[in-house]
Nanobody, 122 residues
């Protein structure tokens, strides 16, 4: 069983930056692939980025270059650094653990955080 707690969301002006964190419980964190998803009002949840247990990263094509996913296995934490934020980045951001991946595709695992709201003002 893994519990995930996101933090770091908030209100930011367009062009600004935010850093999200996802703290995981359990001793098997380092073995899990981790993903960040987001869901905007009226839209489906979409993959933002994922990072494998070995540290390889993949991003949604439209976000590449602005967002950076990373992990610190010693702290059981995954991060999402978001730069040059746009109004359309406004969404609830969710952390996911234990997903399966192949090439650039990531299927979410069973473990989700509660989400953290990111609001970008234009």
């Amino acid at each position: 069983q893994v519990q995930l707690v996101e933090s770091g969301g908030g209100l930011v002006q367009a062009g600004g930056s935010l850093s999200l964190s996802c703290a995981a419980s359990g001793r098997t964190f380092s073995r899990y692939a981790m993903g960040w998803f987001r869901q905007a009002p009226g839209k489906e949840r979409e993959l933002v980025a994922f990072i494998t247990s070995g540290g390889a990263t993949n991003y949604a094509y439209s976000l590449k270059g602005r967002f950076t996913i990373s992990r610190d296995n010693a702290k059981n934490t995954t991060y999402l650094q978001m730069n040059s934020l746009k109004f359309e980045d406004t969404a609830v951001y969710y952390c996911n653990a234990g997903g399966r991946y192949r090439d650039t595709r990531y299927s979410p695992g069973d473990y989700w955080g509660q989400g953290t709201q990111v609001t970008v003002s234009s």
